[in-house]
């Protein structure tokens, strides 16, 4: 089955502080996109980075990058700066094939920002 | 923007009820996605459409069905809740030109009594 592991169920930072959420994912396919997903308290999922498996280069956006090893299938979110609006659940995903199938997530980790 | 909606944010049903679940999507989207959350399983596909009238089971399709019969909106029924189906539920929509472009919904916690 594939699948999605992330091995920390919390995590807790300090304000202004760098933070990395782990993930690895198991999956036979050679083509494939990974997402991580924020889920704040209001519940609205909200991307935040996706990174194509075909691209070695990591992608970041903003304060959010990725560190994208292919071959330890293994696919960390980095969150520098961290301010309090970064509390939430954070999902890792992947989608393969034509898109059609469906997100496979991991069970989330949730982050806890302290001021 | 893209906007997912979904009927209801809290729904209370009691067992053996019919429940019916919609989500209505704006951007003229192909493909659209039934998940269910649940703490500490993270979020699980019961079902998908990439076309009107069309649908695929995914992880978890047992005790659930949907309807697509337009394409803007996507139906999830418990056909008899149960309490093992209290969960959160969240729709999504994709276009079929996209690998990665999910939008969710607000989500749907229903609570079967």
């Known amino acids: 089955a594939q699948t999605v592991t992330q091995s920390q169920p919390e995590m807790s930072v300090q304000e202004a502080e760098t933070v990395t959420l782990s993930c690895t994912y198991d999956?036979?396919?050679?083509?494939?996109?990974l997402f991580w997903y924020k889920q704040p308290p209001s519940r609205q999922m909200i991307l935040v980075i996706r990174?194509?498996?075909?691209?070695?280069q990591n992608a970041t956006e903003n304060r959010f990058s990725v560190n994208f090893q292919k071959a330890a299938k293994s696919f960390s979110l980095k969150i520098s700066d961290s301010q309090l609006g970064d509390a939430a659940m954070y999902f890792c995903a992947y989608i393969t094939g034509g898109g059609a199938d469906g997100l496979t997530f991991g069970k989330g980790t949730h982050l806890i920002i302290q001021p | 923007d893209v906007k997912v909606t979904q009927s209801s944010r809290y729904l209370v049903k009691r067992t053996g009820e019919k429940v019916f679940l919609e989500c209505v999507q704006d951007m003229d989207h192909e493909n659209m996605f039934w998940y269910r959350q649940d703490p500490g399983l993270g979020l699980r596909l019961i079902y998908f459409?990439?076309?009107?009238?069309?649908?695929e089971k995914g992880d978890i399709p047992e005790g659930y069905s949907v309807s697509r019969e337009k394409k803007e909106r996507f139906s999830l029924i418990l056909e008899s809740a149960s309490t093992n189906q209290t969960s959160m539920y969240l729709c999504a929509s994709s276009p079929r030109a996209s690998l990665y472009e999910q939008y969710f919904g607000p989500g749907t916690r229903l609570t079967v009594t």
């Open positions: 990174q194509e498996a075909y691209k070695q």
């Open positions: 999956t036979s396919e050679s083509d494939y996109y």
């Open positions: 459409s990439y076309d009107v009238k069309m649908k």
